[in-house]
């Protein structure tokens, strides 16, 4: 069995990880969303901040400027685009 595995494509379940991220401005007039995030497995990039569209003006609800945040991006016609984001959980 070699010590290094070719990397595997992730099973399905996995392609819908949530990445965590910090909401750094939000254009809701524009349906965008600045967020500086940690690597997103899904579309294998590293860590960074960068606007991303939102697939629905709902998603802007319920989080502001400076919020903790999980979310979930996808290339949508060649569009960064996020699909689901909620409050990330406090520490206790």
């Given amino acids: 069995v070699p010590l ?3 990397p595997v494509p992730p099973p399905a ?3 819908s990880t949530m ?3 910090v909401v750094r401005k939000i254009d809701a007039a524009n349906g965008k969303l ?3 995030h940690g690597p997103i ?3 294998d990039m590293p860590a960074m901040t960068m606007v991303f569209r939102v697939q629905s003006p709902e998603l802007l609800s319920g989080i ?3 919020d903790a945040v999980k979310f979930h991006a996808e290339a949508i016609g060649g569009t960064l685009t996020v699909t689901a984001i909620q ?3 406090k520490a206790r």
């Fill in 4 to 6: 290094h595995a070719e």
């Fill in 13 to 15: 379940s996995e392609t």
């Fill in 19 to 21: 990445t965590e991220g």
């Fill in 34 to 36: 600045t967020l500086r």
């Fill in 41 to 43: 497995v899904n579309l």
């Fill in 64 to 66: 502001k400027t400076g």
């Fill in 87 to 89: 409050a990330a959980q």
